[in-house]
């Protein structure tokens, strides 16, 4: 009776691990050649660098698994690209549309590149000027 109770507990407590699966692709397998193409367009909103393609995290998995539900029911891939961004905003896109609010996406890398080279440059001048006047 004791091993049955010990039994039921470790089941019960592991049972959280068991809940942990591997998503489900679909059928159909130009469904799912589409599916997993649309994963790597969406960035997961958890890991924000990834796409949900390679993302563990939670949302992740149930975002492709919304997404092969709504591929199934039929819905394209730029119709289920923006229902996620209504939903999310255009930063959940790999590649966000330009326009006013997403100028900033596009545009803080090469800002931020640019000015660090300036700094550089300005580094670099100074450093040559005090090897000059010694």
Known sequence: MKHLIRIFIFLLLASPAFALSVDAPLA?????????ALFHEIRCVVCVSEAIADSPAEVARDMRRTIRERIAAGEGGEQIKAS???????????????????I??????????????????LLFR???KGKNGS
Not at 28 to 35: I, L, P, R, S, T
């Open 28 to 36: 159909d397998k130009a469904q799912e050649a589409h599916a997993k």
């Open 104 to 121: 900033v996406l596009w545009f803080a890398p090469w800002v931020i590149l640019l000015a660090a080279g300036f700094v550089v440059s």
């Open 84 to 102: 996620l961004a209504a939903e999310y905003g255009d930063v959940i896109l790999m590649k966000p549309p330009l326009k006013k609010s997403t």
């Open 126 to 128: 100074k450093e040559k």
